[in-house]
């Protein structure tokens, strides 16, 4: 046996791995089969390993209890059955498990811990030089995030001309010098005759390595990695693969990432402009994922303009990018009473001032959609593009924030922070406030959040009962101030500054 | 004869007014008929006249063509006929007609001036005291505002519990030191049982002599007065008059106000707020005006919620208050396709920072969503609810204007003064910009006009053709600033400060 350590200690919910060597001959990515069998009292998992390469064969398992467990890795990759034993002790400190779906429309982590979403969006942060990711992981740990939407193929856009760090497969790429601004749409999609020469059945391991990395980086940080596995901005071919190596490169996806607790499956960013795929195509991805994952991560596809069928059960949690220049996360009740998931908008435009539409609102635009959609019982997702002189926007490339939205988004989850229960849903109130009240609570918990929006009343008034005692905050949502106006019973007024992007906050005292 | 005065020369679409002694016996409101023939070789008119009080009966007429008419009036008023003829010059400098609807979306003058609408509303700024309302004649007198929004009746609301300065009937009000903040809307709709005691057969005609002075004083100022006839807020009873005595009031209007150029017959502000007229009322009273208006001046009527069926023959133009808080302007587009006539979004929530939504919004976001009508080739309407220490609010009492749209919108009239034709149509273009021709001329003309609204791109990018040159101009619709850029052919590219609300103006050069 080779190639593990028992005497490493590993805690629930990290990673158990057994490393063999194995056959070489022919194709080790399609020729052999490798799989693992993982037993404790409580749970026997069964999952696929992969190859990496070098003659090196891996099976890797997420402990979801604490205690003894046994294992036996085999198959035809080797003549040779691995087994053995380890332990697996509490998580530590700052180890919550997976996020989970809970209480309907929100999240948890599996020990039990509330998770507020509040994610950002940096397509290829993973695939950029050594130094920028260093700066992404640097600027990510002092930022509120605590999700990041990024893809694990490349990507070819509007400033996404130059070549990734490394590529998933064995070939070579087209001849990236003929791109330009104006002719790069012109290769969206491009295969074989553009000049690529690609072996879509040999992975390029050390490509997946560095995305394990990548995720492993960011699970230190309490980042949750959402995982965009597919995706249309494409020059490589990678996009318009047959079935047959589709389905080994999500295979080869979930042996690999699954047991990083901090996995999400993004299906797709986009799925729709992606037409050489259909809605079969992505049932029976997400039927590879139900199959294979064995830790039932959480799974979402992203559109650009029609929403996927997010009632599929396999669907977790709606992913949803919006739909209107106008209006996106104000429709939050309306997808929460239709789809009844919880409803994540990905994708709400990005604070920039880039040509682009969906990449020029204001840090202002950008905290007033995040409120809207919280208030509302949903979450909604941060990007940033500003015009940079070596083209490093943090939406595609992560780097560093210019934005005046993320301080904004930190008192924000700090707001969430201190909800009862798990997280908001919307109350009826006036038609000219968007008020929230803790999930499943609907104001029995004496907790009331009143959101104002663009809108600037100078006081507002209230009324709950004739006996209760309400404690009154006054919340400044962009000057991140709260304002204790003191307790008040009966009918009262609130004095407000008549400025936008106000909040009260109201609570019954005990 | 008596009364009235031959040798009076009057403009084309001034007011000829016969002026005529009568029976005072019973009541001479509703027992007696007055009508007058006005006659030019073009034209023949038969109105109703009206009894104005003190035993004189007037019948009013605007001639719509130059030359010589000749008129009668009789009745049963009267045993005397009076005739005789009179002579009508051409329209003075600043007298361009009634306002037409012109190019199915658009207005334009009676004499083919165009006509853009900028409107604001001041319910029952004509009420209130004459100081006040002085002051508000000088206010709009150094406005855009070519159109104003007000009621004949008084207007009972928040911060509307004083007395007006008349009531139009005969009789008394009820008490109105009864009322509070917290009270008055017990009192909506109240009649007798509340202590009003009026006879809806005896209008007060000084209430009307000074509605029509009103009128004339905005006409000499170039505003058009968009009468609301009927509305709810209403704490006298004259919401719930039964049909005849509605039917008597709107005749009266008609005889009084229609020889006015400037007069638009608004039916009410928020005719769903009156449950106790059905829409067969709505109908009958519109048979009415089409009836006895001989000008045919414009016709809408205002919702609160549903829009009234702006497809029926006698609306003229939608008038239109936004169904929902986010969206209004944005669906022009939409409501021209619907009703194929002029959309007038006479309410869009008004610049202030009182505690209704409705009253809160910032001078920015109102100037954006004129902008976005305008480019959508409508019309958004203005209002002012700042909280006044003496409770004078622009949109109910006029007085001064507080807010920061104003001078923009004068900005935004002068740019709508430079389009070619009588309006802006939308046209399709990017997804991720507002853009504009002029009405039936789709770039045929080499106009367009982009609006970014919220979106900050720091550059566009245009092609329209190879050959012909382009002058551009950079419009910042906020710093009401026009930077011409010079001329450019074919591709080009479009530098601009990444900053909210800013426009591009393309014209061909000749």
Known sequence: MAGFDYTKQIERWDIFEVSCPGKTEGNPFTDYAIQGIFKHKNETVKLDGFYDGEGIYKARFMPSFTGEYSFEVSGSFSEKK????????????????????????????????????????????????????????????????????????????????????????????????????????Q???????????????????????????????????????????????????????????????????????AAYRNVWWSLANEYDLMPQKKISDWERYASIICEKDPYNHLRGIHNCRPFYDHS??????????????????????????RYKKPVVLDEIAYEGNIQHGW???????????????????????????????????????????????????????RILSETPGLGLAPLQAGWDEIAAAPEGMMGTQGYFLYYYSFMRPSFREFFFDENSEYRVEVIDTWEMIIEDRGCFRGKFRVELPGKEYMAIRIRKTL
């Open 82 to 185: 691995y087994t053995g034993t380890f332990t697996v002790e509490a998580a530590g400190k700052n180890n919550h498990g997976p996020v989970r779906v809970a209480n309907t429309y929100h999240f948890a982590y599996e020990d039990g811990s509330p998770y507020y979403p509040v994610g950002t969006t940096c397509y290829v942060w993973e695939l950029q030089s050594e130094e920028l990711q260093k700066k992404t992981l640097e600027t990510l740990k002092n930022s509120p995030f605590n999700k990041i939407r990024f893809c694990i193929f490349p990507k070819h856009y509007d400033y996404n001309l130059k070549e990734p760090r490394s590529y998933p497969y064995e070939g070579k790429p087209m001849d990236s010098s003929v791109l330009t601004r104006e002719n790069f749409m």
């Open 312 to 337: 599929r059960p396999w669907v977790t949690h709606c992913c949803i990018q919006r739909q209107d220049i106008y209006k996106c996360a104000e429709l939050v009740a309306e997808y929460r009473e």
């Open 359 to 413: 990449g020029n609102i204001s840090g202002r635009e950008m905290v007033r959609r995040f409120w809207e959609a919280s208030c509302r019982g949903g979450y909604a997702g941060h990007g940033e593009t500003f015009l940079h002189p070596e083209n490093i926007l943090w939406w595609s490339h992560g780097g560093e924030l210019h934005g005046e939205s993320p301080k904004r988004l930190d008192f924000l989850r």
């Open 187 to 257: 290769y969206w999609g491009a295969g074989r005759e553009a000049g690529n020469d690609w072996d879509f059945k040999r992975f390029n391991p050390e490509h997946f390595r560095h995305i394990e990395k990548s995720i492993a980086a960011l699970r230190d940080l309490g980042i949750e990695a959402d995982l965009i596995v597919m995706h249309p901005y494409d020059r490589w071919g990678f996009s318009g693969m047959d079935s047959e190596c589709d389905d080994l490169y999500w295979n080869y996806c979930i042996a690999r990432f």
